[in-house]
């Protein structure tokens, strides 16, 4: 008899799209959207769409194994007793030599965004204070930025947006990266909204939407700025700003005296009376939406970029507005009741220059690796110092579905389950669902979850030393994704009882209009143009123009890397890999170079070279390249060795820790002889 | 099948249903406990192979090179074992994934069609993989062992001279032979000839193939 069963796709993506499966004979045959849930509205984008070929791939690892020498490829099997064993005797007698817990290092993020992924983060706490990698490889930045204006991190329900009659997708490219959100649009645009997408290339998006507006890279917060000045100028202030805002008179002042509208339009790439046009029309216009990517505050200037479109929005009279505000993301269903274990004083270690901060940590070293959900040596900055790191390690574990490239750094690999084979509970950082996730069929191979996992290990440390975990040694599963529901979150999502989530999931009972009446949660609890806490963090407390990097004469070209509409950063969801990464540059620099389509030339900066095929974007600024993420790594040269770990300037305060300014990557190119050539 | 039912076996003494039995069996152990257990499975491998050697000479100097490389030390053994990992196990993506539908399933993955024809076919006999649904039915070590069990069973009736009813088990062997192992076990080997690094591998490669295809000999000889 087929069975159906919930599951959250648990992918570090906007959608967090609720899943129904069916499985027959224990054996899961289907996949597809729950058509109950109004965000998912019973679709799935191609990435979930091949999961039943990711559970039954033959290339998933079943069993837990050793490699005899780290990148050897030797690898024996092991059994988890023995696994568990030397991972714990390790544990043991590093605490015993150094007397404290801080030598043992968790690198864990977005690979699974379940809440129960946070066992590790639980088991690690359970030891004692140790060393964790903080912050976020991704959304650091907006994070910290909108937490000054607005107090927290929070935007309107996703649906809103189609309620917006002028819409502008700034930095974002919903057709590839949020696919439910491109019916919201196009039934707004149905309607007669107006869509504009702000972009640095024509993307998929821009190339749907009414306009497009190409500004050049690290330069948006400028254009937002002069477009500030604009409403200022032209009196499309909203009349009500001094009863709710702080500092407004401070940030007119400073548009005033440090704006200048050619020099934007020159910084910027977009000419002054457009900039007076779109800002008229911004003001003009009610409710006018802005949607801000994670790709703008991928910048040294970042944290002000996204500063700069806040008080755009705020200064319009767009925020609080039903289909207006400024969307980027929230955590506000995040709130999990973990696992109530002690806060440690631990060793924290930015996770965009872990490797680097790791080297120099002495008091203890680091000997001890975990990571969790996490692909450093495809996906981070600073390659060159992980090897360092990795020489260094007396211990790598890692918990992964495949060998990635990461994995074969690894001493320890222990099969991970997918969130077809445990219990789980999920929260979107973009619609308001909540969602828990039931096991369909179970672990392929001797696979465990993490959570089981952190139990074991922690009644193996216990055996070999009493006391020496404080995390459970056993447990339900779903007992414990259950009891994730806290008092905040069954009030949040208006259940008596966590087991009510069991029969569907279930969206919070937010007001769908983030800051409707203006309620903020600032120190003023006004909407702060001007913010102490920013001052504090040694930030200027006004969102200002901070130039990004620029490229340099040695290298003259800006390398962006966005997400390829078939991967998550370096998890592939495509049927046919390449061997190689093509670079898309404009047809002028073609030209430049004396290079053909399809032509092998190389990249390179200080930190690495690499090759690659040669493909054409009119749409590209002659000093801008494109590779898309793809997981080739393991085939190619990763394409994260040209990355250096400059941070964004914003992300200490809510987000753990900066950002990484990726896009400030600089290379040069150059035309190889046949004889170089690789392919 | 009526075909078959006409046909009347060769008597127990000719068929060695037990001895090829073994063999199957050995080779199941061979993948069942994997590269680290090489040098308890291998040894096995040869003293089976040896016996059914005495009736089928091409498997004696199988066996005999078998047994060169079966006496391996430490370091070799250690080799051994990395290899049949990358072959058979991973976590490199393996060359030769020991399960039989990743071979005829249309996306060539593991717990397919195959694996549940595979799983009834237990089932009709009362047979549970004891790791089901975690472990693939079709995995190439259950496949060999309900092969093995299957003959052993011709055996058994051929020893008690039941007539028709030893024709049951040899048929049903016959059956899951050409339904499962015949049509994915070759391509399973091709993939070991063509990539494996140690010459131990290619030779149990040609045991397998040789040995599954024993009963079947038997009664072309008829
Ligand atoms: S990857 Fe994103 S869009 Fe695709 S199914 Fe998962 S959550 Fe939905």
Redesign the interface.
């Known amino acids: 008899m087929p069975e159906k069963h919930y599951h959250v796709c648990p992918r570090n993506c906007y959608d967090t799209c609720s899943i129904i499966s069916t499985t027959v004979n224990g054996v899961l045959v289907s996949i597809e959207g729950n058509p109950a849930h109004d965000y998912t509205k019973g679709k799935l984008c191609p990435k979930a769409m091949n999961d039943i070929q990711k559970v039954y791939n033959p290339s998933r690892i079943r069993y837990p194994m050793r490699q005899r020498q780290r990148f050897s490829g030797n690898w024996e099997r092991m059994s988890w007793d023995e696994a568990l064993d030397m991972i714990a005797q390790k544990i043991i007698d590093s605490k015993k030599h150094d007397g404290n817990t801080l030598s043992l290092a968790l690198n864990k993020y977005s690979g699974n965004f379940g809440a129960l992924h946070n066992a590790m983060e639980w088991l690690f706490s359970g030891m004692g204070p140790t060393t964790r990698a903080v912050g976020s490889p991704c959304w650091s930045a907006g994070v910290d930025a909108q937490t000054y204006d607005f107090g927290k991190f929070f935007c309107s329900e996703p649906r809103e947006m189609g309620h917006a009659k002028l819409l502008w997708l700034w930095g974002v490219n919903p057709a590839w990266t949020a696919v439910h959100q491109m019916p919201i649009i196009f039934d707004a645009m149905d309607r007669g909204s107006k869509v504009i997408c702000f972009d640095t290339y024509l993307s998929d998006t821009a190339a749907r939407s009414h306009r497009f507006i190409q500004v050049k890279p690290g330069t948006d917060g400028l254009l937002a700025l002069a477009m500030c000045k604009v409403l200022c100028e032209e009196n499309l202030m909203d009349d009500k700003l001094y009863d709710y805002t702080l500092g407004l008179v401070e940030f007119i002042d400073y548009l005033t005296n440090s704006i200048d509208l050619t020099e934007a339009a020159e910084i910027t790439g977009v000419k002054a009376e457009i900039i007076r046009e779109l800002a008229i029309e911004y003001g003009q216009t009610c409710p006018a939406c802005i949607w801000v990517g994670f790709g703008l505050q991928r910048y040294t200037n970042g944290g002000q970029t996204l500063r700069a479109i806040d008080a755009l929005g705020a200064l319009a009279g767009h925020i609080g507005e039903k289909g207006g505000g400024v969307h980027y993301g929230h955590f506000e269903t995040w709130k999990f009741a973990g696992a109530g274990l002690p806060e440690q004083q631990n060793r924290q270690l930015n996770i965009n220059r872990f490797a680097r901060e790791a080297l120099a940590c002495d008091k203890p070293p680091l000997r001890v690796l975990w990571l969790s959900g996490r692909n450093p040596l495809a996906q981070d900055a600073d390659l060159k110092h992980w090897h360092r790191l990795i020489q260094q390690l007396e211990l790598i574990v890692i918990n992964d579905l495949f060998l990635t490239k990461s994995a074969q750094a690894a001493d320890i690999f222990l099969p991970a389950t997918t969130h077809y084979e445990h219990w789980d509970l999920n929260s979107s950082y973009w619609h308001y669902w909540v969602g828990i996730n039931e096991p369909a069929i179970n672990p392929v191979g001797e696979a465990k979850s993490d959570l089981e996992i952190a139990w074991n290990l922690s009644a193996k440390l216990n055996r070999f030393e009493k006391g020496s975990c404080s995390f459970p040694t056993s447990g339900s599963e779903r007992e414990t994704a259950l009891k994730q529901l806290g008092p905040d979150m069954l009030r949040m999502l208006g259940l008596n009882t966590p087991e009510e989530i069991l029969d569907r999931p279930i969206k919070a009972k937010f007001p769908p209009t983030a800051w409707e009446n203006h309620e903020f949660v600032t120190p003023s609890k006004r909407y702060e143009f001007q913010s102490s806490r920013a001052l504090a963090a040694g930030l200027p407390a006004l969102p200002v123009f901070e130039p990004a990097l620029l490229p340099s004469k040695e290298t003259p070209l800006r390398l962006l890397t966005p997400h390829h509409s078939m991967m998550i950063n370096s998890q592939s969801y495509q049927d046919a890999l390449s061997d190689y990464y093509d670079l898309y540059i404009n047809p002028r620099l073609l030209e430049n170079y004396g290079l053909k389509i399809g032509e092998t030339a190389e990249i390179w900066n200080e930190y690495a070279s690499l090759q690659v095929k040669v493909k054409v974007d009119m749409s590209l600024p002659e000093d801008v390249v494109i590779i898309y993420q793809q997981a080739i790594e393991q085939r190619a040269q990763a394409r994260n060795a040209l990355l250096n770990s400059n941070l964004s300037d914003m992300g200490d305060v809510a987000a753990g820790g900066k950002g990484l300014a990726i896009n400030e990557t600089f290379v040069s190119l150059r035309k190889l002889t046949p004889s170089e050539r690789s392919f | 099948m009526t075909e078959v039912l006409r046909i009347d076996l060769p008597n127990e003494s000719v068929a060695h249903f037990k001895e090829i039995a073994s063999v199957l069996l050995a080779l199941s152990r061979v993948f069942s406990h994997?590269?680290?257990s090489l040098d308890k499975t291998l040894p096995m491998m040869v003293k089976t192979c040896h016996q059914l050697g005495e009736y089928y000479p091409e498997l004696l100097s199988m066996s005999a090179e078998l047994e060169n490389h079966s006496l391996l030390n430490e370091i070799e053994q250690?080799q051994l074992?990395?290899e049949f990992?990358?072959l058979f196990?991973?976590?490199?993506?393996?060359i030769a994934?020991p399960?039989e539908s990743?071979y005829l399933s249309q996306?060539?993955?593991?717990?397919?069609e195959q694996?549940?024809k595979v799983?009834s076919l237990y089932q009709d006999e009362n047979l549970m993989v004891i790791s089901?649904?975690?472990?693939p039915d079709d995995f190439m070590a259950t496949e060999l062992e309900f092969a093995a069990y299957l003959l052993r069973n011709a055996d058994k009736e051929a020893m008690q001279n039941k007539g028709l009813n030893r024709l049951k088990y040899y048929e049903l062997y016959t059956e899951f032979s050409q339904e499962h192992l015949r049509k994915w076990l070759p391509k399973f080997v091709e993939r070991v000839h063509q990539k494996a690094n140690h010459p131990v591998f290619p030779m149990l490669m040609d045991v397998l193939l040789c040995t599954i295809e024993l009963p079947l000999q038997q009664r072309r000889n008829v």
């Open positions: 994997g590269g680290e250690q074992c990395f990992n990358r196990i991973g976590p490199t993506p393996p994934p399960y990743v996306d060539q993955l593991v717990m397919q694996t549940v799983r089901q649904g975690k472990n």
